[in-house]
């Protein structure tokens, strides 16, 4: 079984839906993530927790927001979709440490109509 | 603030030649650097990183990089390339910030 599991792995909504993205890691660690991908833009950090009672904001956070809801799962949700919310949804988690390597979920590929 | 460059889009090489996928990174300290992979409709995996000590590290699937840090690189190599390396190829930095910070990718062909 994948470590990191991502639900759903393809999405299609429509303008002004809110949407969830779920991610689910049975490797034990702290830390999670999430990220997008987009072509020639590599993977930009939206927010990220480092522990169930924190929460902290990436780079492009606006849009966005996020729940904890146990160590093992870290979701994502997109209070109304946009367009240009259209991309490759990727959730990681990693150890304690900013040294430890991330292992990634297989991604929610996430079309925004 | 910390920043990582992957100067070419794209590399192409043939099968059996040497491959190298450039990485130049921007910190105030010390860095962590890796390298991760990206197959098509897959997720990212980890290759390989340095953290501290011998400037050559090795990684999965007979990759290495060389750590230069008056040149503020981590270049990923392979002595001798295969087909099935074809991949999407992504430099990462951490300077003891929040998260790793990914530069752009670069897309790797290799050729039979």
């Known amino acids: 079984d994948a470590d990191v599991t991502q639900t759903p792995r393809n999405r299609i909504t429509k303008t002004g839906k809110r949407i969830m993205l779920e991610c689910s890691q049975t490797?034990?660690?702290?830390?999670m993530y999430w990220y997008r991908q987009d072509p020639g833009l590599g993977l930009r950090l939206i927010y990220y927790?480092?522990?169930?009672?924190?929460?902290n904001k990436g780079e492009i956070s606006d849009g966005y927001s996020v729940s904890r809801q146990a160590q093992a799962k870290f979701s994502l949700s997109l209070e109304s979709a946009i367009p240009n919310q259209t991309a490759l949804y990727f959730c990681?988690?990693?150890?304690?440490?900013?040294?430890?390597?991330?292992?990634f979920g297989p991604g929610t590929r996430l079309t925004v109509l | 603030a910390q920043s990582v460059a992957q100067p070419e889009d794209q590399v192409n090489v043939a099968e059996g030649n040497p491959l190298t996928v450039k990485c130049t990174y921007s910190?105030?300290?010390?860095?962590?650097l890796f390298w991760y992979v990206q197959y098509p409709n897959r997720g990212l995996q980890f290759l390989l990183k340095?953290?501290?000590?011998?400037?050559l590290v090795k990684g999965s699937y007979g990759f290495e990089a060389e750590f230069n840090k008056s040149q503020t690189s981590f270049h990923l190599k392979k002595p001798s390339a295969l087909v099935s390396d074809s991949a999407l190829y992504f430099c990462?930095?951490?300077?003891?910030?929040?998260?790793?910070?990914f530069g752009k990718g670069t897309t790797l062909s290799v050729s039979s």
């Open positions: 990681a988690t990693s150890g304690q440490g900013f040294y430890n390597e991330q292992f």
């Open positions: 490797k034990g660690h702290d830390r």
């Open positions: 927790s480092f522990d169930v009672k924190d929460i």
């Open positions: 910190v105030s300290g010390n860095p962590y």
């Open positions: 340095y953290i501290t000590g011998d400037n």
């Open positions: 990462a930095v951490n300077q003891a910030g929040t998260a790793l910070i």
